[in-house]
């Protein structure tokens, strides 16, 4: 890969953005790319048994947003080739937003406009003090649509608002008290933090994770009581899997489980 580093690990596979000359910005071949990292991951993952994602940024940087040449090529496109290309782009979001595996991102410095939309989808947001977030599409006519409907689910509407109209940027300390990111880490203790994180979570079931973040997927856009009835039928799926009932015999058994590998 040109614009990416892949790394797997014992518990996670790490995906730098590997573009520091360029503050790691998203250019249509990091796009093509990151979605066939994504499956790499999975299929790897499916392998060793490893349980998350980890995405940071080569460089002081995580992502700077939209490549400026890739910037100058859209105003060369068409209606067709603009659709085609929105549509790709919300591919990126939703395949790291829906991918199975839990993912962390590891922000090591500002991420902006379509960086803060990548750091945003993941389920775990780590960043170090002086990390910059924001939307500025604004400033350039543009519109964030695509993080937009990421961005409602994780803030509410009012947060969403400020930032997304005002296209400024946030600090990591004010993000954290909005819950667009979950923790600020030192800058040395980033990824050791990641990796951290990503242990503990190969302690858990990964049919239960990958079960939870479906769930948490769909529930939003029911009413109460479909979505009772979603939570019902997922909490009754759940017992019919292998991992439900090791985890059940390693509880009354009182030893630790031991987990099958994650299924495609």
Known sequence: MQTLVLVHRPHSSLLTLNRPERRNAISFEMIDEILRALDECWE???KTGARSLILTGAGSVFCAGMDIEALRSLSRFGPAQNLSDSQRMSLLFKRLYEFPAPTIAAVNGAAVAGGCGLASVCDFTLAVPEAKFGYT???????PALVSVYLLRLVGEKRARDLLLSARLISAAEA???GLIGEIVP???????????AEALMRNSPSSLRATKQLLRDLPVYSLDEALKLAVKANAAIRQTPDYR??????LEKRAP????PQN
């Open 44 to 46: 790897e993952q499916s």
């Open 137 to 143: 599409e604004a400033r350039i006519g543009f519109i």
């Open 176 to 178: 954290l008290a909005w």
């Open 187 to 197: 800058a040395d203790r980033l990824l050791p933090r990641a990796e951290e994180l």
């Open 246 to 251: 090791e985890g059940l015999a390693a509880f």
């Open 258 to 261: 031991q987990w099958n590998k």
